[in-house]
């Protein structure tokens, strides 16, 4: 049909641009068709903060796998930082929806359900996708758990997907978008067509795009095995004893200078006046610190700290 020969020239014309993003930064021979990847757009400085020290950490904890950032609406500063840790394709569909963006009645900003669309367009064989809110937690045991995902996940389906699930009986179908094991190819158009309908979805109504990417991969997706990922906000009975990474989300993400206070005084920075559980805050400490001892590394990086909106609490271990 017409439409489907649309979405076929659109996901050939992506994977062609996004080839044009050079070479890419690590690159064994064993892993030269792998790729982690992260999305970077849009003006603030702390996604960027963000993806410099995503980026140190994954040269650290597997240098012989490639780094690619889809970008969009970056200033030369910036691009100019993530070039010397990522390999940077600008983002076909975030461009194209930019343009709709800005042909339409002012309003307040959306976060698009297909940002992560060109994932699937990229020309690699295996993506592992990170949100930038994501600190990996260097160690012999999460370097051996990164390093065995990797090959358990080598019989991947071309339309299955790996994600991290989400621990609760009512969305029991639902898995966190922060985290997904990918295989380019065939997904990319039922993802567009779920994106351009954007229709409620009962199982997993939260997130910007989970309900479209678990509509899209219904039944079609596996746990990420070994891998033991945390949240800030964890409840006890679900906390790693030795966790592989934590995932901060935006309320304990810790790229602003109110969180840089709390951190060198041994404290917890959040925008939540609670934290869910407090054994869950010596994790997360100990991930506030490491992101920052990696940040202050990366040369200029006073650039990329944000002050903010809304008031920061520090909270102590007990």
């Not at 997904?180 to 954007?198: D, K, Q, S, W």
């Not at 910007?208 to 509509?215: A, E």
Request: charged letters at 25%; aromatic letters at 8%.
């Amino acid at each position: 049909s017409a439409a489907a020969t649309n979405v076929s020239a659109r996901r050939r014309d992506a994977r062609r641009r996004l080839e044009k993003g050079g070479e890419a930064k690590g690159g064994a021979a064993t892993a030269t068709n792998e790729t982690y990847a992260c999305l970077v757009y849009g003006p603030g400085k702390g996604h960027v903060a963000g993806a410099l020290v995503l980026g140190a950490t994954l040269r650290t904890m597997d240098g012989a796998r490639r780094r690619t950032a889809l970008v969009f609406d970056l200033s030369d500063a910036a691009r100019g930082a993530l070039g010397g840790l990522w390999d940077l394709r600008d983002s076909p569909s975030l461009e194209r929806r930019g343009k709709e963006e800005s042909a339409r009645p002012s309003g307040p900003p959306t976060v698009w359900p297909g940002r992560k669309l060109d994932l699937w367009a990229l020309p690699y064989a295996r993506v592992l996708y990170l949100d930038l809110d994501i600190m990996l937690l260097p160690s012999p045991t999460s370097a051996a758990h990164l390093r065995e995902l990797w090959r358990r996940t080598e019989d991947l389906g071309l339309t299955e997907l790996a994600a991290n699930r989400v621990y609760s009986t009512s969305t029991k179908n639902c898995f966190n978008g922060g985290m997904l094991l990918l295989r380019p190819g065939p997904a990319f158009a039922a993802y567009e067509r779920n994106v351009v309908l954007n229709e409620p979805n009962a199982e997993c109504p939260g997130g910007h795009d989970q309900p479209v990417l678990t509509k899209t991969f219904r039944g079609r997706w596996r746990p990420i095995e070994p891998w033991k990922p945390m949240k800030a906000t964890e409840k006890c009975k679900h906390v790693p004893d030795r966790p592989d990474a934590m995932h901060f989300f935006s309320a304990s993400a810790p790229w602003s200078h109110q969180c840089a206070h709390c951190v060198a005084a041994d404290r917890v920075c959040s925008h939540h006046r609670e934290l869910a559980d407090e054994c869950a805050r010596p994790h997360l400490l100990r991930s506030q610190k490491l992101w920052w001892s990696t940040l202050v590394e990366v040369p200029g990086y006073e650039a990329w700290l944000e002050d903010l909106p809304g008031k920061i609490h520090c909270f102590g271990l007990v």
